[in-house]
């Protein structure tokens, strides 16, 4: 019986069936390849920016700060109507004698400034001069009065919505807009910041009422990237407790801390601050713009109530996307010495003195630049 062989086949078929396994394997790595180039390349666009984000130095090169007199605020009371002098019965006087000349009054010598006590210092100052540096109760009525609204020291800016070109450690970022809104008794205050990349964006928010000390904040927001907001809460004293009668004791807490801390009066927020400042310069230009003019605010942060100060740096010019801007630069001053927290903002008259720049250095150096670059309203 014959066997039949196989009939050979074409040679051309055999190198095509070797050929398309190399070819898949090579489409295989080559596609292996680009998605590796892909991560490589992300890697190195995130080691830049950390690098140039660790670029900022600190702390940074200290203001020059103008050395001043801060003095504290006293209530502003009526002045007191002077007694009527009561009429004295003349004693009878002999004709016959010449009424002696009056003494002179002797002269007190100049008190020795060099020899005062600091404490003596700040009382003579506050005699010689009614400009505290510090605006505090706007009414006029005293701590005995009634609400008032603001007197002549404070000026409420109207509502404006105002656009930012924002940097991150000198870096050209989205812009940033501050939103304000008032009808004359209200106000509400939003700031947005956005983060470089997938990081999110800063947030604060600010809402109150118009008092007889400026702005005074009920509710402060504070978001920072995607994490849950902090919020802080103003009580203020309006409603008697049942029991006693008596008005409850103002107050603030914080869903950050279990703590409730009293509240002074005149508080502000971390944000509100600044509208409050601009209210200041509208209701007295020449009194915010004095050479080493240092005011005082009580300010509420997500955790805590201090005292800060904001001192008058002095007049600078600014450059912005579009142009130059003249502005008066504030910063405040360390609150305590471990405070390595920096805060500035630029006030210009030319645009009803609403904050034309914002700088904020963080403890770890990472420093928030807005920059003004129009603005809607105000």
Do not use: C
Not at 107 to 119: E, G, V
Not at 228 to 254: E, L, R
Not at 275 to 298: C, H, K, M, N, V
Not at 328 to 340: G, M, S, T
């Amino acid at each position: 019986m014959d066997t039949l062989h196989p009939t050979p086949r074409n040679p051309d078929e055999l190198n095509t069936d070797r050929v398309q396994p190399r070819r898949r394997r090579f489409y295989r790595l080559g596609r292996f390849g680009l998605v590796l180039l892909a991560v490589l390349v992300l890697h190195i666009i995130a080691v830049v920016w950390i690098a140039r984000s660790r670029q900022v130095t600190w702390p940074p090169a200290p203001e020059q700060i103008i050395p001043t007199l801060l003095l504290h605020p006293e209530p502003v009371q009526p002045p007191t109507p002077p007694a009527a002098p009561k009429a004295r019965p003349a004693s009878p006087r002999p004709r016959s004698q010449t009424p002696p000349a009056p003494a002179p009054t002797p002269t007190p010598p100049a008190p020795d400034l060099a020899s005062m006590d600091p404490s003596e210092f700040t009382s003579a100052g506050a005699q010689a001069s009614g400009d505290t540096g510090v605006v505090k109760d706007l009414s006029g009525e005293g701590p005995s009065g009634p609400p008032a609204p603001p007197g002549d020291a404070f000026s409420l800016p109207p509502s404006a919505t105002l656009r930012y070109a924002t940097y991150v450690n000198g870096v050209r970022n989205e812009d940033g807009v501050i939103r304000w809104a008032t009808d004359g008794k209200t106000y509400t205050l939003a700031v947005e910041i956005p983060l470089p990349l997938f990081f999110g964006k800063l947030a604060f928010r600010s809402a109150g009422v118009v008092g007889p000390y400026g702005l005074t904040p009920t509710r402060y927001e504070e978001v920072r990237g995607r994490r849950q907001p902090d919020v802080t809460t103003f009580h203020y004293a309006t409603d008697p407790i049942p029991a006693s009668g008596a008005q409850s004791a103002p107050t603030v807490t914080f869903t950050r801390s279990p703590a409730v801390l009293p509240l002074p009066e005149g508080t502000q927020d971390r944000f509100s601050v600044f509208l409050q400042l601009t209210g200041l310069a509208r209701g007295g230009p020449e009194r915010i713009a004095s050479p080493g003019l240092t005011l005082e605010f009580p300010i509420a942060d997500t955790d805590s109530v201090e005292v800060a100060r904001v001192q008058h740096v002095g007049e600078e010019t600014i450059d912005t996307p579009n142009g130059t801007i003249r502005a008066q630069h504030f910063i405040r001053l360390p609150r305590r010495a471990d405070d390595k927290r920096r805060v500035e903002i630029w006030l210009s008259a030319d645009h009803g003195w609403l904050p034309v720049r914002l700088r904020q250095t963080e403890p770890n150096g990472m420093q928030f630049d807005l920059v003004y670059q129009s603005q809607e309203g105000g």
